[in-house]
DNA sequence: TTGAAAGTGTACAGATCAGTTCATTTTGGA
DNA sequence: TCCAAAATGAACTGATCTGTACACTTTCAA
């Protein structure tokens, strides 16, 4: 089995869903876009949210692997905590920022049940388990407590740059941020 | 003309809306849940976008008409400022809580010329200026910059309460927003 | 009581939806 | 070179989508 081609169609179609909305985008539209054929598609997977699914899990890795790589490289673990929101601010310049990938898809499908929105929540605790390490490391005081608080924040960010008039809304969040990081490790 | 039969449309519209999100409610599906002929919701509304500009327009009306009633009922500026976080602890633990409409509609709209999109903005904008002139009252140095912090704190309580496995997330945000005020008034 | 406005039910148009079928072509490794 | 796996294109199903047409009924106020 050659996985190029199922692949590639994940990767095209993550872009499609993130522009354009996943109830928006048909398959037809997925093929003619990706230039690959429906019967290739329906192939790979065998309905629509089989392919959403699988768009998640790839988007799940790509963004917890950019925002703790970009972390990483800030040193220290209390500069790290800091560094997410630096991070964030990057993301929400590019010009094709469109909010949390999984907000959308909680919100396109909104029943808690079903698989799109029961994977959406797992990325958030993902992210959750792995800064409440790093604020472990950090020597806070409640590392679940602190990661709670920064993850707010970036939750708060994120919609606010999507769907507020602020300037800075990744500011904002960071300088809220240092003085709960402050606080905890004191 | 009698607006009854439209106003009742448009707020039973709101909750399947709510419900089950806004591509996946078809128009028949509504003239079925409704009770209101399909004819009759075409008369009144020209297209389903104008039907749910008038949904976010009523949820527009209702959400701040709550939230800053409650507010008030705290009393001192101070206190109201931070009784948005108890009402907003009383508005997820409802088992019908599906997050906030704005950010829900803007996901299934990404385009941000789009009417439905252009007009979530609003409301948030709206969200602002009433706490700002809140804050204003309460005497902080930075009405805006508070006002932002708060605004930033419920969205991220929101997305967290919606998504999230936290316990209480209007909690967490509240004991930021007492750090935040304090510090905002001192 | 009458008459216009408002609402109903049903059937329909035309597009699009997810998903299938199938005969044909392309591909890549042995 | 050969062969099986992979991919293609195009037509098709049946359901659903937004929106319309039309004849009929209900409502309400003068």
Redesign the interface.
Known sequence: MRPSKRDELVRKALNIFY???F??TGMDLLSGETGISKTTMFKHFHSKDELILAVLRLRDQDFRTWLFRRMAEAGEPRAQLLAMFDALAEWFAKPDF??CM???A?????DPDHPIHVQ??EH??ML?RQLQAIASEAGAKDPA?LA??L??????????A?????AD?AG??K??AE??IS?ALD
């Not at 993850?151 to 606010?160: C, D, H, M, N, P």
């Open positions: 522009r354009e909305g109830h928006a469109r909010s999984f907000i959308k909680a919100s396109e499908y909104p959406s929540a958030k605790r959750f407590g709670r608080a993850l707010l924040l970036k939750e708060g960010a994120i919609v606010t999507h769907l507020g008039h602020e809304p904002d969040a300088a809220i003085k709960l606080a």
